[in-house]
């Protein structure tokens, strides 16, 4: 065989491998048999509903089924702090107090890596005080705590704290959880550059190896997104929401698969119940 008939083999191995498409468990069984297995690797998924829907809890699924398959976790919470997320997946049996974890605002340096690198609003608050030190010459603009750069500089150092970071920045060695619980802080009080922020923070933190959830919170009043862009730029969308409780006298949770790339996936709505000790659980609708 000749050397040019190698390199080709080999050129089309490489491609065979690239285009073989990984699934990553969402931790939730129905909803994994529904995408085929998982979302692909390195997919980005909204999660977006109104509140009280369940998004905060999707998103514990997914780094609780990440934390038992060996990836690590970077869990950014902007709408509590974290040992109220500890708190409340402990209820629903999910003792992420079984992992180590560092939170990003700490003042210590872990001693070795953790499995959970914690980033809530006191930890931007931080990475938004160093940014603005780092840049505190005369006519330098102080970075906000709910900005998109204040985010990236937090997820990148996270990346570091977790050992994973490559040199330069421009990937990680392994693959990652990424959760942001909500991302629509980030914009709450500018919703029209809603699709630029998105952008900037896909261009800025977006990997292969770094699959993440996004939750983008709807309007009680208008029903929709604050903002519009997030699930322009997202892989996948799982919208959740309630029926009106007043009409039906009652807490009624629904869920659909909006879109997933490169999956063949469930179209209809599941019902959604959060179960004490479990979590959520997803049930096909009768047709």
Not at 96 to 109: C, G, K, N, R, V
Not at 170 to 185: E, I, N, Q
Not at 201 to 220: C, D, F, G, I
Request: one cysteine or more; aromatic letters at 10%; glycine letters at 8%.
């Amino acid at each position: 065989m000749s050397s040019g008939s190698s390199s080709v083999m080999d050129y089309s191995k490489r491609v065979k491998q690239r285009d073989e498409i990984v699934r990553i468990s969402t931790g939730i069984k129905e909803l994994d048999e529904a995408i085929e297995g998982g979302v692909p690797r390195g997919s980005w998924i909204a999660i977006t509903g109104e509140p009280g829907t369940g998004k905060s809890i999707l998103c514990m699924h997914y780094a609780w089924a990440g934390l038992k398959a060996g990836d690590p976790v970077v869990y950014v919470t902007t709408e509590a702090e974290f040992r109220d997320v500890i708190r409340q997946a402990r209820q629903l049996g999910m003792d992420f107090e079984s992992y180590s974890t560092y939170d990003i605002s700490s003042s210590w340096e872990p001693q070795e890596p953790p499995q959970i690198v914690v980033v809530d609003i006191f930890g931007l608050l931080k990475v938004a005080r160093q940014l603005s030190e780092e840049h505190g010459e005369e006519g330098a603009r102080r970075y906000a705590v709910l900005e998109i750069q204040t985010l990236v500089a937090a997820i990148r150092e996270a990346y570091k704290i977790l050992g994973i970071l490559k040199e330069g920045g421009r990937g990680v060695t392994k693959h990652v959880r990424l959760v942001v619980d909500s991302l629509s802080a980030f914009w709450a009080d500018k919703p029209a550059m809603a699709r630029k922020y998105s952008y900037d923070l896909k261009v800025s933190t977006h990997r292969e190896n770094v699959t993440a959830y996004l939750v983008s919170q709807y309007a009680m009043t208008t029903k929709s997104t604050f903002g519009f862009g997030l699930e322009h730029i997202a892989d996948g969308v799982f919208h959740l929401w309630m029926e009106d409780v007043e009409k039906a006298r009652e807490i009624r949770r629904y869920m659909i698969i909006k879109k997933l790339r490169m999956t063949n996936h469930y179209r209809k709505a599941f019902r959604l119940d959060i179960e004490p000790g479990y979590g959520v659980r997803l049930y096909y609708e009768k047709d």
